[in-house]
């Protein structure tokens, strides 16, 4: 009999629950770590198929070498669960089969259609995405060994390392109540690229800011407040909360999990 961990593990091989049994139904419905899992698929999913495609039509040889490519694992992944237990490769095949036809087939695809060409439709981009982009990729950050690029203390070193390594300037606030810097990183999310700058509390949470450009991104989608004289969009989502600002020309989102964002943030990063 599949042990739960192996039950855990026959669902990240078959996401999409190709070949799922009524066992590995009831197992999802009651464990909260696939739950997770599957949610952050969709998302990842959702979120790549949101970005700009530049509407041209895929070079027919192009698209047949992709589909030759892509035959071989898909054609694995549909093996028995049985079968696929007892060997060791399938174990390897699988998940790089995903992992080809995600960046393959839904990345190569935001560049060239299929199909007949389309026109390019500009993405929509409001506060309401930015939050649920930056309260997921918070949760995503908490399960990766080494999240940051860089480990500096001081501000302005990163400051200056993320402004070389972006098309904008960014000051990183240097935080002191209740928060210390750790380092950042460059990131991507809501459609664009972003600079990070991790905190932690005192007691080891971690307090994450975001800063991408501003431009074309609607405030709609959340709920807005006065925070210190300035106007502080709130949203939650992936069991974190996020406050988002404009502050120049760049849109900046502080994002922690539930209760963890210190009294005093605004404080810290709420330019007066």
């Given at each position: ?6 039950m ?6 078959d996401?999409?629950q190709e070949v ?7 197992h ?6 696939c739950?997770s ?5 969709r ?5 790549l198929?949101?970005l ?6 895929m070079p027919?040889?192009?698209?047949q070498?992709l589909?030759?490519?892509?035959e ?5 992944a ?5 079968r ?10 699988v998940?790089?089969?995903?992992a080809?036809?995600l960046?393959?087939g839904?990345g190569l ?13 500009e993405v929509?981009?409001?506060i309401?995405?930015?939050?649920e982009d ?6 995503l950050?908490e399960r990766i060994g080494?999240p940051l690029?860089?480990?500096m203390t001081d501000?302005?070193e ?5 402004s ?8 990183v606030p ?7 810097l ?5 990131w991507?999310?809501?459609g664009?690229?972003s600079?990070?700058a991790?905190?932690?509390t005192?007691t080891g ?8 450009p501003a431009?074309?991104l609607d405030l709609?989608g959340a709920?807005?407040?006065?925070v210190?004289?300035?106007e502080v969009?709130?949203?939650?989502g ?7 600002w404009?502050?120049?020309d760049?849109a900046l989102?502080l ?6 964002l210190?009294?005093?943030w ?7």
């Open positions: 009999m599949t042990t739960t961990s192996g855990c593990h026959d669902v990240q091989l996401p999409r799922w049994t009524p066992e590995m139904h009831d999802v419905a009651g464990c909260a770590a739950r899992f599957l949610d952050g698929l998302e990842m999913g959702h979120r198929r949101g700009p495609g530049a509407g041209r039509p027919d040889a192009m698209r070498r589909l030759q490519e892509l071989a694992p898909a054609a694995a549909v093996v028995p669960l049985a696929r237990r007892g060997a060791g490769l399938m174990k390897v095949l998940p790089a089969a995903m080809a036809s960046v393959l839904v695809e935001k560049a060239f259609h299929f199909g007949a060409p389309a026109h390019p439709a929509e981009r409001n309401g995405m930015y939050i930056v309260t997921h990729d918070h949760y950050l080494r690029e860089v480990a501000p302005g990163l400051s200056g390392w993320l070389h390594s972006l098309a904008f300037d960014f000051e240097a935080a002191t109540e209740g928060l210390a750790e380092g950042g990183r460059v991507h999310t809501v664009r690229l600079a990070l991790s905190y932690r005192p949470e971690r307090v994450v800011l975001f800063a991408v431009a074309n709609a709920e807005r407040t006065e210190a004289g300035h969009f709130r949203g939650t992936w069991e974190r909360e996020a406050r988002v404009l502050e120049g760049l989102a994002v922690a999990a539930d209760g963890a210190p009294d005093g605004a404080g810290n990063f709420l330019v007066h």
